[in-house]
Structures are given as C-alpha cells and as structure tokens.
C-alpha cells in the first residue's frame, strides 16, 4: 500500500475513533509501517479527528524525521513495539475511558489483565499485558515494552492508557476497540461473578483460530 493511501487511511480511522468518544482532545496516536522500512505516524499535540494526510510525520526505518510535522512524543513507545513485534504493521495508543480506568485497579494481574471474558476479546487481543506508570514520552517506557519480548499484542500503560499493534491498521484499531468494549464488560461485571470463558473454551478457539498467545493459567481469574 503506497503512502498516500496509508495518510488517507490513518486520517479516516483516527477521525473515526475520535467521533466515537474513544480518545478525548488531542491525545493518541497512531503509526503505520510503510514498503521502505519507515513509517508515519501522527503529530504531537494533534487530534486524531482533525488529521491532514500532508502533515503526519514521515520517518525512516531510523526513526528520523524527513517530513511533515514534529511526531508524537511517544516515537519510544511505537519504536520499541515494532523491534519487539515482528508482526506489527501498525500501533494505536488511545485514552479511552474504560481501559485507563482497568490500567489504574491494584487488583489486575500485570501479565493477564483481563480475563477472557469473550471469544472476539482472545481473538483480536489475547492477552493483555500492563505496564507500570512512566510520564507521557518518557523513554524508559521502551525498556519495559522490550522486557515484554513481543509477546503481547495489546498492552495497558498505566494511568494512561492502551496500545494495540497489529498486522493492518484496521486489525488494530479493529483490536483497540474489542479491548475497550471488554474493558467495559469487566467494569460492569466487576465483583458479580461473571461467567468467563473456561480454560478448555480458550484452548479450542487458540486451535481453531490459530491464534498466538503468551502461555497463562486462565484459573489465576
């Protein structure tokens, strides 16, 4: 996919996920691997509803800027998901409500926050891992992204919010939002008992599916 359908593509979805309430302001951001290495992704201070295609910031396979405006302050935080990621063609961090509000509860397991509550959920997430707090841009968020080992493919920053990468944008902001809506359910279920999937349902959709998650005993829930 040539660059300027990738622009038209990052603005049309970041509109879309604005509109719909799941990041308020000018927070997240969004970046897209393109065919030479590099990649684009959004600018800092930009709303992901009023995005122009000839602004997004233009990267080399570096990280270098050689176009468009100044890139988002959180350039570590996407660099180290697609080092560690092979797969990923595309990130979305968000600050959508119901998955801060789960990054910020004491009783989440770091390596399994939520449990698997749908079959959608496991197939577009898996597993999600949480991150301890680091301030917005702080490059140290790298390092603990990379302790992660490209395991996870959605991940909670705490206090902040969520990251998703995938093998397309749309995978990932198909994921990004399965994570909020599970987000939701767990919030609204939380201290009800609900019923989760079993260990045995996990096991036939990761075989069914061929899905690719981090080893967990689902029983922790």
């Not at 509109?19 to 709303?47: F, H, K, M």
């Not at 890139?71 to 063609?89: D, F, I, M, S």
Request: proline letters at 7%; one cysteine or more; aromatic letters at 6%.
């Amino acid at each position: 996919m040539n660059d300027t359908q990738l622009r038209d593509d990052i603005c049309r979805l970041g509109r879309s996920l604005f509109e719909r309430g799941l990041t308020p302001g000018s927070s997240g951001n969004i970046s897209v691997r393109c065919e030479d290495g590099g990649w684009l992704v959004t600018p800092t201070n930009a709303s992901l509803g009023w995005l122009d295609p000839a602004k997004l910031s233009r990267l080399d396979a570096t990280g270098r800027l050689i176009s468009g405006d100044k890139p988002t302050k959180e350039v570590p935080l996407h660099t180290a998901l697609y080092e560690t990621r092979g797969t990923a063609q595309a990130i979305v961090h968000l600050h959508s409500t119901h998955s801060v509000a789960v990054s910020m509860l004491a009783e989440v397991n770091p390596r399994a926050v939520l449990p698997p509550m749908t079959p959608y959920y496991m197939m577009k997430c898996g597993v999600t891992a949480l991150v301890p707090y680091y301030r917005p841009g702080d490059p140290a968020v790298a390092d603990a992204i990379k302790g992660l080992a490209g395991k996870y493919s959605s991940v909670l920053l705490a206090n902040h919010g969520p990251v998703v990468a995938g093998d397309s944008l749309e995978a990932a902001v198909y994921a990004m939002e399965e994570l909020e809506e599970t987000a939701k359910l767990y919030l609204l279920l939380r201290g009800l008992n609900p019923r989760h999937l079993s260990p045995e349902q996990v096991n036939d959709l990761v075989k069914t599916f061929g899905l690719t998650v981090p080893e967990h005993d689902w029983h922790d829930h």
